[in-house]
């Protein structure tokens, strides 16, 4: 008994022993791992096991997060991007972007004959109402507001924003703009345009309602439809007929309530430079139209053609404002001979200006040509009756 004693107790000891010594190589494993492998660190093997990594351990094993998805694109999806020549940077569906659509420059197109239409009124038929001159220079306004619009998404549309064209951006072919709302506002538009002239529809009649009518149908019709005007060779024609003729008739009509001669002959004047206006336009962008399928008057005629044409329009409103002088016995009707000059500059300007971005200038330069004109063409009107 005292010799099994002895051995159990020479076993115990020596399994002590064996444990510290494998305890010891152990920590010094697990220390020439840390200094290997980084900073990771594990807990004392219990039972025969190892505790899992510290939180801060997992963190250094796990993969590097996934960047953050990019925000999406706020930019309406119904109208294509293009890369409009000098497109200015505009944020989609701003007040910017809104401008680009609705062309405030180009609205004195709509105000001159208005305002030359009233003077003239007040000047030769002794008639003048200020109410219905304001009803009338907003319904214009308006109309040419439905006008732009369409010319705008039209174009998009069509597909004929293709990048290489060098006349200024629009406003949903970039995509500042989606197409339904823009054809939402021109339903607003037109529907507001109705109601505003509705007092001159009652104070005119019929001639005024089909003058309403009408002035709809080719605001609409220029870039709308199956075969728009702005893709033949009447677009200047249009101009022609529904800026001067049609807009400067139907104000003095409801002014005076009958056309006179003067009437008519200030009509073809300003319908002229409005002419011209969408003439440099075009001619501008010939090429780009051609290769697209516009056939407008430009594309028809040959370059030079065109260039004679422009003068044309620009130099035959002088002509007519001198015969208001007799046909009125007002000398103020000379008063338009005074941009004479800035005409002729502008036909020069047209024959020497390289084609590309500069021609929009010149583009903006006859607008005011016309501003001027009919301004000074008012002004006449008003000094007579004054005097």
């Known amino acids: 008994m005292i010799l099994a004693r002895r051995v159990a107790r020479d076993l115990i000891k020596r399994n002590g022993r064996r444990s510290a010594a494998d305890r010891a190589s152990a920590t010094q494993s697990r220390r020439r791992a840390g200094a290997a492998g980084g900073d990771i660190e594990y ?25 953050a998805p990019s925000p999406p694109d706020t930019r309406s999806m119904d109208a294509p991007i293009s890369n409009s020549p000098a497109a200015p940077s505009v944020r989609p569906g701003s007040w910017d972007a809104w401008r680009v659509a609705l062309r405030p420059k180009t609205l004195w197109i709509a105000t001159i004959p208005v305002i030359v239409a009233t003077c003239l009124a007040w000047s030769v038929a002794r008639a003048f109402d200020p109410a219905i001159a304001l009803i009338a220079l907003a319904a214009a306004v308006l109309m040419q507001v439905v006008t ?5 998404v039209g174009y998009t549309q069509r597909g004929a924003e293709s990048g290489r064209r060098i006349g200024l951006p629009r406003a949903t072919a970039n995509g500042w703009l989606g197409t339904r709302e823009v054809r939402r506002a021109i339903v607003a538009a037109i529907v507001i345009a109705q109601l505003v002239a509705l007092p001159l529809m009652i104070r005119g009649g019929w001639p005024i309602v089909l003058t309403s009518a009408f002035s709809t149908l080719a605001a609409v019709g220029y870039m709308g439809g199956p075969r728009p005007i702005a893709y033949t060779p009447f677009g200047e024609l249009a101009v022609f007929v529904f800026f001067g003729l049609v807009a400067v008739c139907g104000s003095y009509y409801v002014q005076a309530g009958s056309i006179g001669l003067a009437a008519w002959i200030a009509a073809v004047a300003i319908g002229m430079h409005a002419a011209a206006v969408l003439l440099v336009n075009n001619y501008r962008d010939r090429a780009h139209d051609a290769a697209t399928g516009r056939r407008t008057l430009t594309v028809v005629l040959s370059p030079a053609a065109a260039i004679r044409l422009y003068a044309f329009l620009l130099l035959a409103p002088f002509v007519l404002a001198g015969s208001l002088v007799p ?26 200006t390289p084609s590309g971005p500069a ?16 301004m000074l063409l008012a002004a006449g009107a008003l000094l007579d009756r004054w005097h």
């Open 43 to 67: 807990n004392r093997p219990v039972r025969g096991r190892c505790r899992p990594p510290s939180p801060d351990a997992a963190r250094q094993l796990l993969p590097p997060p996934s960047p």
């Open 148 to 152: 732009n619009l369409q010319n705008d």
């Open 327 to 352: 046909v009125t016995g007002n000398g103020w009707f000379a008063l338009p001979l005074l941009t004479l000059p800035w005409a002729w500059r502008l036909w020069g300007e047209l024959l020497h």
């Open 359 to 374: 021609q929009n200038a010149l583009l903006f330069r006859t607008v005011m040509l016309e501003v001027a004109f009919g």
